[in-house]
């Protein structure tokens, strides 16, 4: 079965830029989305088709998805940023969700 | 307002079974693809099933044959059906509508303990 992969945890300062990656086998030739999730609260969509925003959206939160690997950037992280980022994709007619990933703003 | 309400939850022995309940206003659920995404405490969001607007159904291996997705167009709400419950079966279940390959919409979700 298809497989995406995240790492568990990443830090970063206010104001610089995180980025979250997501592998899997040539996940570049499907679209990958993205969603923030904080404590409680049920996860909201980010990043569509690898680099879509939807409305709201900020824009410091940006995508991008080549080869092996999608990645989520967030530019001049916030506080309010603080959260766990999942990947996802479909692998035909299954969908698959990266492990997700602790962004930890310090 | 564009939402869904989820609803069903609830305390289950093993083995047993319920039904959840997917509300929507603001759109119509058989137009758009809608799934059930469930998330086991501290864990991260696994996929359950997805229904079509031709009707198609499909299932993630865990659920495959135990797990059965519905609508009710008049009611406009969205249904899964869970039996033979097993402890691992234990999340929130959170239905969501997909709209360009992504979730774009999600309920609040509905905790499902399955434990004697």
């Known amino acids: 079965s298809y497989e995406l992969t995240q790492p568990p945890s990443v830090s970063v300062s206010p104001g610089q830029t995180a980025s979250i990656t997501c592998s899997g086998d040539?996940?570049?030739?499907?679209?990958a989305c993205w969603y923030q999730q904080k404590p409680g609260q049920s996860p909201v969509l980010v990043i569509y088709?690898?680099?879509k925003r939807p409305s709201g959206i900020p824009e410091r939160f940006s995508g991008s998805n080549s080869g092996n690997t999608a990645t989520l950037t967030i530019s001049g992280t916030q506080a309010m940023d603080e959260a766990d980022y999942y990947c996802?994709?479909?692998?035909?007619?299954?969908?698959?969700f990266g492990g997700g990933t602790k962004l930890t703003v310090l | 307002e564009v939402q869904l309400v989820e609803s069903g939850g609830g305390l289950i022995q093993p083995g047993g079974s319920v039904r959840l309940s997917c509300a929507a206003s603001?759109?119509?659920?058989?137009?758009?693809?809608m799934s059930w995404v469930r998330q086991a405490p501290g864990k991260g969001l696994e996929w359950v099933s997805d229904?079509?607007?031709?009707?198609?159904?499909y299932y993630g291996d865990s659920v495959k044959g135990r797990f059965t997705i519905s609508r009710d167009n008049s009611k406009n709400t969205l249904y899964l059906q869970m039996n033979s419950l097993r402890a691992e079966d234990t999340a929130v279940y959170y239905c969501?509508?997909?709209?360009?390959?992504?979730?774009?919409?999600w309920g609040q979700g509905t905790m499902v303990t399955v434990s004697s």
């Open positions: 603001g759109f119509t659920v058989s137009s758009n693809y």
């Open positions: 088709q690898d680099i």
């Open positions: 229904i079509y607007t031709g009707g198609n159904k």
């Open positions: 040539k996940l570049g030739d499907k679209y």
């Open positions: 996802q994709a479909w692998d035909g007619s299954t969908v698959v």
């Open positions: 969501a509508r997909k709209v360009h390959d992504g979730f774009d919409i």
